[in-house]
C-alpha cells in the first residue's frame, strides 16, 4: 500500500513536470511540507512563480527515471522565496512590482522583495551593476513604492550595500594586489589569515604553486553527488573537516558578500568566506579596536582627542587595518552618496505604511558588532523596521541569531548614548557578552530593533576549502556540497527575529567563481559556472541533497 502511494505522489511530480503552464498555477503543489511545523503556511509567505530553467530541469530528471531528484528539486522551487528586483527601468520595476504584489494580495500572502540597485553594486565583481548615481537610483525607488501602494510587503533593502560600502571596495583591491607577495613570505600565526587555505599556501614553492592551478576539482563533481537521504532516516551532515567544524562555531569567523546576483568578495577572518582583507575585524579582539597603534591620524579628529591612546586591549596589524575601514571621519564622496541612496530609500518605502524595511548588516563571520552599527545608524536604522543577515552566505542559525541579537543590543544602547565601540561583539565569549548585556542594555524586544535572517543555502554551514586548494577561496561563491536550511517561517520562537526567509533564490548561480585563478573553470568544481543569477543545476541538486532539515518528497500518514 505505501509502495502504492509512493508511486502516485512521484507520477504525479512527473506530470507536473512535463507540463509547466500547469505548474505556474497555485494549483499544482511539491509533495514536501515546507516546515516542520507548517509554520510557514500560518505565515502565508508568497512563493513566486519559479524559474523556467528550474522546470526543464524537474523534467529532465523525471523523463530519465530520476524521481526523488525531480520531486526534490519541485519541492525546493516551490517553496516561498524572495523576488529580486535591479537594473529595471524606474517604469518596468514599477509594472512588475505591481503585478507581484497583487498577485499575493489575491493569494492572501506577504511578498518578500530583495531591492538590488544601488549604484557600485558589488564593488564591480560578479553582480556589478546598479543604478547611474543617486537621481537615477531615487528614480528608480520611487518607481517601486508606486508599484507597492498600501499593500504589506516585507523589503530585504540592498544586500551588501552597508557591509560592503564604496570605501571599502578600494581596500578590497588593494588587498588583492599585495595577497600573492605577502605569500611567500607571511609568518603570521593561522588565527590572523584571511583564509583558512592560507598559511598552507605560504609553504608551497612555485612550482607548487602552479601545479595547485592545474588541478581544477578537489571536491566530488555533481555527478557523483550522494543520493538523496530516505525520507524516513535521519538527516545528519556529511563528515566534516576540523577546518569546516571551526567555520561552523559560535566564533563569528565565516565568509561573506552575495545574493541572487551579489557575490561580493569581501573579505573574511580565519574561517570566514570572503578572502580579502576587509572585514577581519569580526575574528579580530572585542569591539574597541579602532587603532590604538595609529597615533598619526588621531590630530585629524578633534571630536576624539583621547579614546585610541587609552585603548584597553592590544590591537593587531590586521585590526588596525579594519578600523581605519570603520572610521567615520574618512568618507570618500561615492560612500556619503551610499548612505544618502539607502536613507532616501528607507523614508521613501516607510512611508508606504504597509511595508517592513530591512537593512543590509552582513553576517556574523564578516563585521564585528561595533563596525557594522555605526554603519546601520548612518543609513537610516532609527527609522527601517529592522535588519537582515547571511543573505545568500552560509552562516548557521545559531550563529546568526546571537550576532542579531548583539546588533539589537548595540543599537539600543547607541540609541541611549552609548558608544557603539564598547558593545559586546561576536568574538567575545559568551558569558562575557551576556554579563554586558544584562548590564547595559534592558531586555525587551519590544524596543529593539529586529531582523530577518537567510536560510536558503546555509543547512550544511559555511564551506572550509582545503588548505592550500587554491590562492583565493572565494568561500561565498558557489562553494559545493551546502543544502537548503530552515523552511522560510515567521514563526520562530526568537522575539528578535521577525523570520526565517529563503532571500537568495537557491539554484542561482553566485557567478564565475574563478577563485584567483585565469579561468575559465572554477578550479573547485571543474566546471565552468553560469553568470550570477543564472539557474545553475549541479548546485540545484547539492542544495536538495544535502538539504537540513531534509526535504521530503513523499508524505507519510500518520501513525506510520
Known amino acids: 500500500m505505501r509502495k502504492r502511494r509512493k508511486i502516485l505522489t512521484v507520477s504525479t511530480a512527473v506530470v507536473a513536470a512535463a507540463t509547466l503552464p500547469l505548474l505556474i498555477s497555485p494549483v499544482v503543489s511539491a509533495a514536501a511540507r515546507e516546515d516542520d511545523d507548517d509554520s510557514s503556511r500560518t505565515a502565508r509567505l508568497y512563493a513566486p512563480p519559479p524559474d523556467r530553467d528550474s522546470y526543464r ?4 530528471l523525471a523523463w530519465r527515471g530520476d524521481f526523488r531528484d525531480s520531486a526534490g528539486l519541485l519541492a525546493m522551487v516551490r517553496t516561498p522565496q524572495a523576488v529580486w528586483y535591479g537594473d529595471e527601468s524606474p517604469e518596468r520595476v514599477e509594472a512588475l512590482v505591481r503585478r507581484t504584489t497583487r498577485s499575493a494580495d489575491m493569494q492572501g500572502r506577504l511578498p518578500v522583495l530583495a531591492l538590488y540597485n544601488i549604484p557600485g553594486r558589488d564593488c564591480g565583481s560578479y553582480s556589478s551593476g546598479g543604478a547611474d548615481g543617486l537621481a537615477a537610483y531615487e528614480a528608480w525607488i520611487d518607481a517601486v513604492a508606486e508599484g507597492i501602494g498600501d499593500r504589506e510587503v516585507l523589503i530585504v533593502l540592498e544586500p551588501d550595500s552597508l557591509s560592503l560600502l564604496p570605501s571599502d571596495c578600494a581596500d578590497e583591491s588593494n588587498a588583492d594586489q599585495t595577497a600573492a607577495e605577502q605569500q611567500p613570505t607571511a609568518e ?10 592560507q598559511p598552507a599556501e605560504e609553504q608551497l614553492a612555485a612550482g607548487q604553486q602552479t601545479a595547485v592551478e592545474q588541478q581544477p576539482a578537489v571536491e566530488q563533481p555533481p555527478t557523483d553527488l550522494p543520493p538523496l537521504p530516505d525520507p524516513g532516516a535521519s538527516t545528519s551532515p556529511p563528515a566534516a573537516s576540523a577546518a569546516q567544524d571551526a567555520a561552523q562555531s559560535p566564533d563569528p569567523q565565516a565568509a561573506d558578500p552575495r545574493l541572487p546576483a551579489s557575490e561580493d568578495p569581501a573579505p573574511k577572518p580565519a ?16 569591539a574597541p579596536e579602532p587603532s590604538a597603534e595609529q597615533p598619526g591620524t588621531l590630530p585629524e579628529l578633534p571630536p576624539l582627542p583621547t579614546p585610541d591612546p587609552v585603548t584597553p586591549d592590544p590591537v593587531t596589524p590586521d585590526a588596525e587595518d579594519v578600523g581605519d575601514l570603520d572610521t567615520p571621519v574618512v568618507e570618500d564622496p561615492e560612500t556619503a552618496a551610499r548612505y544618502s541612496e539607502i536613507n532616501y530609500a528607507v523614508d521613501a518605502l516607510t512611508a508606504l505604511g504597509n511595508t517592513s524595511v530591512y537593512l543590509d548588516a552582513g553576517h556574523a563571520g564578516w563585521h564585528s558588532v561595533s563596525s557594522i552599527v555605526p554603519r546601520l545608524i548612518k543609513a537610516g536604522i532609527d527609522r527601517a523596521t529592522g ?3 547571511n543573505v545568500s552566505h552560509y552562516q548557521t542559525d545559531p550563529d546568526s541569531a546571537w550576532y542579531g541579537r548583539l546588533i539589537s543590543s548595540c543599537l539600543a544602547y547607541a540609541d541611549e548614548g552609548g558608544d557603539p565601540e564598547d558593545c559586546a561583539d561576536q568574538s567575545w565569549s559568551r558569558r562575557h557578552a551576556r554579563r554586558w548585556l544584562h548590564a547595559h542594555v534592558p531586555d525587551e524586544p519590544g524596543r529593539m530593533k529586529h531582523f530577518v535572517t537567510d ?25 559545493p556540497a551546502r543544502g537548503l536550511g530552515r523552511r522560510p517561517t515567521t514563526r520562530t520562537g526568537d522575539a528578535l527575529l521577525d523570520a526565517a526567509l529563503w532571500v537568495k533564490t537557491p539554484g542561482e548561480s553566485d557567478g564565475r567563481c574563478l577563485r584567483g585563478t585565469d579561468g575559465p573553470l572554477d578550479p573547485v568544481r571543474g566546471t565552468v559556472n553560469p553568470d550570477a543569477g543564472e539557474w545553475f543545476p549541479e548546485q540545484a541538486l547539492e542544495l536538495v541533497r544535502y538539504a537540513e532539515p531534509s526535504v521530503e518528497v513523499f508524505r507519510r500518514t500518520h501513525g506510520r
Not at 603570521?188 to 587555505?197: K, R, S
Not at 568566506?273 to 575585524?281: D, H, K, V
Not at 592550500?468 to 561563491?477: E, I, P
Open 188 to 197: 603570521q600565526p593561522a588565527e590572523q589569515q584571511p583564509t583558512a587555505e
Open 387 to 389: 535588519f537582515a543577515l
Open 271 to 286: 574561517e570566514a568566506q570572503e578572502p580579502s582583507g576587509l572585514e577581519p575585524s569580526a575574528s579580530q579582539t572585542p
Open 57 to 60: 530541469q524537474v523534467a529532465r
Open 455 to 479: 536560510t536558503s543555502r546555509n543547512g550544511q554551514g559555511p564551506w572550509a576549502p582545503r588548505a592550500g586548494a587554491h590562492l583565493d577561496a572565494q568561500s561565498w561563491c558557489n562553494p
